[in-house]
């Protein structure tokens, strides 16, 4: 149980620093961002691609916690 609460205090850590990084940031560049005068189309590929990546180490180290 231990390894449990472990994984909780790095997966918040790491949640905090992807919240902070995001609402300080904010678009990272590579995000699509298009604006005309009666629409605007904003597509964060960069962004997702780098919280895909992210979640994945999370679960791949969970995986290795409880295997």
Request: hydrophobic share 55%; no cysteine; net charge positive.
């Amino acid at each position: 149980m231990p390894e449990f609460g472990k994984f909780l205090i790095f997966a918040g850590t790491v949640l905090v620093i992807i919240g902070l990084f995001v609402s300080y940031i904010g678009r990272l560049p590579g995000d699509i961002y298009i604006k005309k005068e009666n629409f605007t189309f904003y597509f964060p590929i960069t962004t997702s691609i780098l919280l895909s990546i992210i979640i994945s180490l999370i679960f791949y180290i969970f995986s290795r916690f409880f295997k």
